[in-house]
């Protein structure tokens, strides 16, 4: 125990670790001086969302005094019937920011660890923090995740690898074969997430979203969101598939409601808008190879991607950095991601939008590379 100090009995003090992790910053939502800024900064869907799922959100407007289902029952039935899962084998979250967070609250104790890919999304090791479990984070050479370079930091006090696949921000992603060594070489104990937050955008023949790998398996949990495809963000929609066992252990500690009633009837009509999820694919595929060529052509590094968004590099020297970039941009009024707390700040993460968002990022970039230096 402590030893008692006027300094810390005067006063609450977090937790172990609490204040060493660096709060979440989202993306750039304004400028000074741009009314109304293109938001290329958050892999936001910039067809907003499905018509039905608006109608949905708005029928439910009368009902905001009552609680919501606690087990979202329409929701489950409606992700169960659409993928094929069992309805007990899934959990749903305030985004699926908030499974993270149950895994590791679950799973981790102190002296646990989880790994991640160094460049791996933001908010895992935030939950494992959290949880008050060491986060280790695998070398990821030439920004792609590496199986055996994470393998190599799993122990048995490895609790969860967190997966990101594709993965943000760098866009890259594994193959089906690639995931199941990395699974195959897990022990029993460490859960394998496999976040498909991006993964309707992938046209990759050799990738799998990880559900059939599931199924079968003791220590799988794949996460989905509403976020992305059916551009739900807002409401803060996302859901596990695990073995029923975790799921039930994890459903102890979920908060009783959180997942708000319009939310839970928007996404069951988002999911049933085969036509918007299809738009909202095609224009990502159609604009990915042109953004990524187009970059690319103008001595950029662009990273390929499997995301709605593509990850472009910047050179270190000749006073165009990606910094510069990014205020050049908003100078523009287009706003991008800066990746300095990603600790790869020599690159820019830029949502593919609509086309005249796209014909902009390039024309203000092709202005921006061709400035005398
Ligand atoms: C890889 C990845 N996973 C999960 C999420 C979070 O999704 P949600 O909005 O469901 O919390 C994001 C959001 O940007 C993401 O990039």
Redesign the pocket.
């Known amino acids: 125990m402590d030893t008692i100090t006027p300094e810390n009995i005067s006063r609450p003090r977090p937790k172990t670790g609490i204040l060493e992790i660096e709060a979440y910053v989202g993306g750039k939502a304004s400028v000074d001086g741009v009314a109304e800024p293109i938001k290329l900064s958050?892999?936001e869907n910039v067809l907003g969302s499905s018509p039905h799922a608006r109608a949905a959100f708005e029928q439910n407007a009368g009902k905001l005094h009552v609680y919501p289902d606690g087990k979202a029952g329409v929701l489950r039935d409606a992700v169960s019937a659409e993928f094929g899962l069992e309805p007990e084998r899934l959990i749903f979250g305030c985004?699926?920011?908030e499974v993270f967070t149950l895994l590791a609250q679950t799973y981790c104790e102190p002296g646990d660890n989880v790994v991640q890919g160094q460049y791996g999304?933001l908010?895992y090791r935030i939950a494992g923090r959290a949880a008050q479990a060491e986060v280790r984070f695998a070398p990821m050479p030439r920004l792609r995740f590496d199986v055996d370079q994470a393998l190599a930091l799993v122990d048995d006090r490895t609790r969860i690898l967190f997966l990101?696949n594709p993965?943000?921000p760098t866009g890259g992603w594994l193959h089906r074969d690639e995931v199941e060594r990395l699974h195959r070489n897990l022990p029993g104990g460490c859960i394998l997430v496999l976040?498909g937050?991006?993964a309707e955008f992938v046209d990759d023949p050799g990738f799998s979203d990880g559900l059939d790998l599931a199924r079968h398996a003791e220590n799988i949990v794949v996460t989905r969101?509403?976020?992305k495809i059916h551009g739900l963000?807002a409401l803060?929609?996302?859901w596990g598939y695990g073995p029923a066992q975790m799921i039930s252990a994890m459903e102890r500690i979920r908060s009783p409601f959180n997942v708000n009633l319009p939310a839970q009837f928007a996404a069951v009509a988002a999911l049933g808008d085969k036509d918007f999820q299809a738009q909202s694919r095609a224009l990502i595929l159609q604009w990915r190879p042109w953004l990524t060529q187009q970059l690319g052509g103008l001595g950029l590094e662009v990273m390929p991607s499997q995301g709605n968004f593509v990850l472009v590099g910047f050179p270190r020297e000749d006073g165009r950095s990606a910094q510069a970039a990014e205020a050049f941009l908003a100078s523009r009024g287009v706003l991008v991601r800066g990746l300095g707390n990603y600790g790869i700040p020599d690159h820019l993460r830029i949502t593919i939008g609509l086309e005249a968002h796209n014909r902009k990022v390039v024309e203000a970039l092709a202005d921006f590379v061709g400035q005398p230096g």
């Open positions: 958050s892999n985004g699926s920011d999304f908010a990101d993965g943000n976040d937050a991006y969101t509403f976020s963000a803060r929609v996302g």
